[in-house]
């Protein structure tokens, strides 16, 4: 059975920093391509970054790219998304999402989901 458990969120101030971690139940996960997505509410599901099989990574938000950093561990089945310098406007549920191989495409292209963790950022 897959699983996608995500776990981090919480409340920060702006300028703090959260880390959010997914472990994945996943047969051969070193083939999967693993990902962060966000939705703030009413509005889409947004694509954060992903990170290939061979670890090369993406960053599919400008305002993000600087600030997240994406890490994924094959050893023990998880990535982490280090988020710094906190935003009001990257108040959303985060999501970890894993499809095999091809980082890309839209959420769509995604298979498997974790339940989401949120995120609250204050001013």
């Known amino acids: 059975q897959v699983q996608l458990v995500e776990s981090g969120g919480g409340s920060v101030q702006a300028g703090g920093s959260l880390r959010l971690s997914c472990a994945a139940s996943l047969f051969r996960y070193d083939t999967y391509c693993m990902g962060w997505f966000r939705q703030a509410p009413g509005k889409g599901r947004d694509g954060v970054a992903t990170i290939h099989p061979f670890g090369r990574s993406t960053y599919n938000l400008d305002s993000v790219k600087g600030r997240f950093s994406i890490s994924r561990y094959n050893a023990n089945n998880t990535i982490s998304l280090q988020m710094n310098s906190l935003r009001p406007e990257d108040t959303a549920i985060y999501y970890c999402?894993?499809?095999?191989?091809?980082?890309?495409?839209?959420?769509?292209?995604?298979?498997?989901w974790g339940q989401g963790t949120q995120v609250t950022v204050s001013s």
């Open positions: 999402a894993a499809r095999q191989w091809d980082c890309s495409g839209g959420p769509e292209a995604f298979r498997y």
